[in-house]
């Protein structure tokens, strides 16, 4: 089969990509937002339930997405196979199609999430400190999950200036440079957020002080974050760095598991809503469909800055599909969390106050950064919830009115 030429597809898109700025859920990596977007900090009390609150005036809505509609330039392999504006590509098999004959090493680190979940945030009881430790023990595998939160960076803020770099460290990985980190804690997320949180969530879980389900919790919200994080990353990198990174966006999204499944974040986003999962599939198989078009003659993989710029177009198109599915994705899994706190401070079902809470408090603000620059107005109560110390019933319902207004769309 003749493979089609990715400059004719893109040069056909470019008039849509001048529009690109004018999407709402555009996101400017060089605005102003300050620190506290992403701090992921608890520094606030944590709340106890107490006498249930009054929620009989309270109503969440069911998660309702039936309005939302892909945009002109999306990447449609599942309703549309070769039939959308991308050319025929391996992207168009749902069977995600791997560029590496080799198992990416982001799978075992999804693996590890999962046997550390059974011990901890999905176990039926309290976990114990003996618990605590087999957890540490699976994020502490050799080139596993501690490895990589350790430098992960986020890539929704300015990389750090060139002129700074540290020479005898690799350009995507100066975030574990200590003084960098701590310079550019934003764009640091990862060694400067993220370890802080789950270091002191292990030793406190491990020594049995405070309340081991809410330690559990912290370690939740931030490894989610992280995985995240690390799909964004992947999918870019797989442009910039090496194309097998898109086998470690897939398998950091997936656990290797089909479209119908998933292991981690994955299986945390599809049970609050199958769309949303499956239009982050859809934005990682663009850039897989990318990747495949931007092949050479010869069936080598050009990075980004070697192609033409009409290519590099192409590849933006599809690095922001993953980017706003992402967003709704980790949008519903907060929505999720606030829900079930909301219940349980009004005395209905299962959920535990304080590790709902303590959940809520690192991962909640994680979205703050996109939230302002899409809608001042509802990101303002956002940032309000996040930063309650104890929040009503009826201030958890506003936050997650705020939600499905801002992030209303994969």
């Known amino acids: ?56 005036q ?33 992207g168009d098999m749902l069977n995600y199609q791997q560029v590496d004959a080799k198992t990416p090493g982001s799978a075992a680190r999804v693996d590890a999430y999962e046997a550390m979940a059974t011990l901890l945030w999905d176990a039926s009881g309290d976990p114990s400190a003996a618990d605590f430790t087999a957890a540490r023990d699976q994020y ?42 701590t310079k550019y804690a934003d764009r640091c997320a990862g060694p400067a957020k993220m370890k802080p949180i ?41 442009a910039t760095v090496k194309p097998a990174d898109c086998d470690s966006a897939w398998a950091y999204y997936t656990g290797l598991e089909p479209i119908a499944s998933g292991k981690g974040l994955a ?60 967003h709704r994705g980790f949008a519903v899994v907060v929505r999720q969390h606030a829900e079930a706190y909301m219940h349980a401070l009004c005395g209905e079902g299962d959920a535990y106050a304080p590790a ?6 690192i991962a909640g603000p994680v979205l703050q950064r996109e939230a302002d620059e899409r809608d001042a107005t509802q990101a303002k109560v956002l940032g309000d919830l996040w930063a309650s110390g104890s929040p009503t019933a009826q201030e958890v319902a506003d936050g997650i009115a705020a939600i499905d207004a801002i992030f209303a769309c994969p």
């Open 198 to 238: 789950i270091d002191q969530a292990f030793v406190d879980g491990q020594s049995g002080t405070g309340d081991p389900r809410v330690h559990a919790a912290k370690i939740h919200a931030t490894l989610d974050w992280f995985l995240y994080l690390s799909v964004y990353k992947e999918t870019n990198t797989c």
């Open 356 to 361: 709902a809470w303590a959940y809520l408090q």
């Open 58 to 90: 309270i109503e969440i809505p069911a998660i309702d997405e039936s309005s939302c509609v892909p945009l002109a330039t999306d990447f449609q392999p599942r309703t549309n196979a070769g039939g959308d504006m991308w050319p025929t590509c391996l």
């Open 1 to 56: 089969m003749t493979r089609p030429n990715p400059w004719t597809i893109a040069l056909f898109l470019l008039p849509l990509l001048a529009c690109k700025a004018e999407d709402p859920s555009e996101t400017d990596a060089n605005a102003d937002t300050g620190s506290s977007g992403t701090s992921g900090g608890t520094t606030a009390d944590t709340p106890t339930t107490g006498e249930p609150m009054d929620c009989s």
């Open 267 to 326: 299986a945390e986003v599809l049970a609050a809503s199958q769309n949303t999962h499956e239009r982050i599939w859809d934005g990682i198989l663009a850039v897989r469909c990318w990747r495949d078009l931007a092949q050479d003659d010869m069936g080598n993989y050009p990075l980004l800055e070697e192609v033409e710029p009409a290519v590099q177009d192409l590849f933006e198109v599809g690095w922001e599909q993953v980017d706003q599915a992402l």
């Open 140 to 181: 502490v595998i050799a080139e596993g999950l501690e490895s990589r939160l350790n430098r992960r960076d986020d890539m929704h803020y300015p990389e750090i200036p060139m002129a700074e770099w540290d020479p005898q460290v690799d350009s995507d990985k100066q975030c574990t440079v200590p003084d960098l980190a």
